[in-house]
């Protein structure tokens, strides 16, 4: 199965996170934090949720960060690359470049590609400069990228899914939506090695770097600018059926990236291999000026403990909590125990529902669940509390999740939050907020989604309802 939408990624992390914080610690036979991301997320945001969690930053990650990216990790501001939004690149061309102009190639549909009239120095020899490159050409609300050592890259859209873990070992593979490998759950693509199957998209992150060297400028090989690189080769192969894979290499100093593509060979794998190349970026350079991300990381302010006027107090599970006046309740289910939903009146934001082409991919679901996925769906602020059982603590922090922060609640013995921002072309929608708490003394272990609007208010009102947290019996 795959994460079908932008959104998804985030309930992809919320999956993840659990998956990793289950794992480092020794819980009970019976608890399956997959199982409880999963029943939460749907019950949350009534949607068919895949948990083939295609872990990349997300930040996360949002999200580089243990669990991959769905998300977007901002690095330390620098000089931005050249090039701006949906604007072609422009490179220097070198100062010693020969005047004869290269002859165009042959595509595999047999028109001749656009040829490239400007060549770049590239690790000590000089390429032609890739035509027809973007930056910044997403399809949705903003970048939601992966990192793998400190290059950052995005999945093309339409529902690849990943093969294994994205960051074990320096190592990231993806499948392409058509691949029947990615939609089956025998053998699960989540438990594939990427040396076993030929992956549409293959990174690897390397060190043996010094030796490289760079194709003759007729070789018919082409080259980049990303910023923070001193070497970007990129080689496209004799096509393979329907597919013409290509080799691009990228150096940084001592560390350095081969990644492996296989998109069709036709325009349109042309155009992907153009889009893959152009939102690539590394992390040491500085975060480009044509990134837009999905999501941000909020750091929290400091939290005043205590219930404003006008606010709801309530309990769930020894939990004691407020919401602002005039949000609803209602019952959810939960894993171990019954959870609760309250619903506030500002809308967050609106989701379109699954497209009919998405969901016919979808082998495993019941009509009425892609008939639900198919409706365009309201978000309103909301707090989400699934119910979880006394005893140990289950949480442990994942320590290379940027979102996670340690915060103080009277009463427990372990309190994270992993906050993001949401954004829209670049316009802040909502934050979101996943809260991981333990009550001290063998307490209750609870798990909380928390969504408030993406403004000041919204943010006064995240930072006020985690002063209310309260687990003191």
């Known amino acids: 199965m795959n994460v079908h939408d932008i959104n998804a990624k985030q309930d992809a992390a919320l999956v993840a996170d659990l998956r990793a914080a289950g794992s480092t610690i020794e819980p009970p036979r019976s608890l399956d934090a997959t199982a409880m991301a999963t029943r939460a997320v749907r019950n949350v945001r009534r949607r068919r949720i895949v948990v083939a969690a295609t872990a990349g930053v ?51 549909s047999g028109a001749p590609e656009e040829a490239s009239t400007e060549l ?19 399809e949705g609300p903003g970048h939601a990228p992966y990192i793998l050592g400190g290059l950052w890259y995005e999945v093309p859209p339409g529902g690849w899914s990943a093969v294994g873990d994205v960051n074990a070992g320096g190592v990231a593979g993806f499948l392409d939506p058509d691949d029947p490998r990615g939609r089956s759950d025998d053998p699960d693509s989540l438990d594939m090695s990427i040396d076993d199957v030929d992956a549409a998209l293959e ?8 030796g490289w060297t760079v194709p003759a400028q007729d070789s018919g090989a082409m080259t980049l ?28 100093g001592a560390e350095g990236w081969v990644i492996e593509t296989r998109f069709a060979a036709n325009e349109q794998g042309r155009t992907m291999l153009r889009n893959f190349v152009g939102n690539l970026w590394l992390k040491d350079a500085g975060e480009p000026s044509w ?22 107090k309530t309990e769930h599970n020894d939990l004691k909590f407020a919401v602002p006046k005039g949000w609803s309740s209602e019952p959810t289910d939960g894993q171990f125990s019954p959870g609760v939903e309250w619903t506030g009146k500002t809308v967050t934001h609106v989701e379109p529902g699954i497209d009919a082409a998405t969901l016919q991919l979808w082998t495993d679901a019941s009509d009425e669940e892609k008939a639900r996925a198919a409706e365009e769906m309201t978000s309103f602020e909301r707090v989400y509390v699934q119910g979880g059982k006394p ?17 103080e609640v009277p009463g427990a013995d372990y309190a994270e939050v992993q906050p993001t921002l949401n954004n829209l072309e670049g316009e802040p929608e909502y934050y979101t907020a996943s809260i991981f708490l333990h009550q001290a003394d063998e307490g209750e272990n609870l798990f909380l989604v928390v969504d408030f609007d993406g403004g000041e208010q919204g943010w006064k009102d995240l930072h006020t309802f985690l002063g209310s947290l309260d687990f003191r019996r």
């Open 203 to 210: 990174l690897r992150n390397v060190t043996d770097v010094a």
């Open 391 to 407: 005893g140990g603590n289950w949480w442990s922090q994942t320590m290379s999740a940027p979102t996670s922060q340690l915060i």
């Open 225 to 252: 600018d990303i910023d923070g690189a001193d070497l970007v080769v990129i080689e496209q192969h004799e096509r393979e059926g329907k597919v013409r894979p290509a080799t691009i290499r990228i150096r940084s």
């Open 291 to 312: 990134y837009k991300p999905q999501f941000e990381i909020p750091v929290l302010d400091p939290i005043e403990r205590g219930v404003p006027a006008g606010w709801t």
């Open 120 to 138: 770049m120095k590239t690790g000590g020899g000089t390429l032609p400069v890739m035509p027809g490159v973007e930056r910044g050409v997403v």
């Open 58 to 108: 997300a930040v996360l990650a949002l999200t580089g960060a243990g669990i991959g990216a769905a998300g977007a990790i901002y690095a330390d501001q620098q000089e931005p690359v050249p090039g701006t939004d949906r604007t072609s690149v422009k490179s220097a061309p070198a100062s010693d470049s020969p005047s004869a102009t290269p002859s165009p190639s042959v595509s595999p």
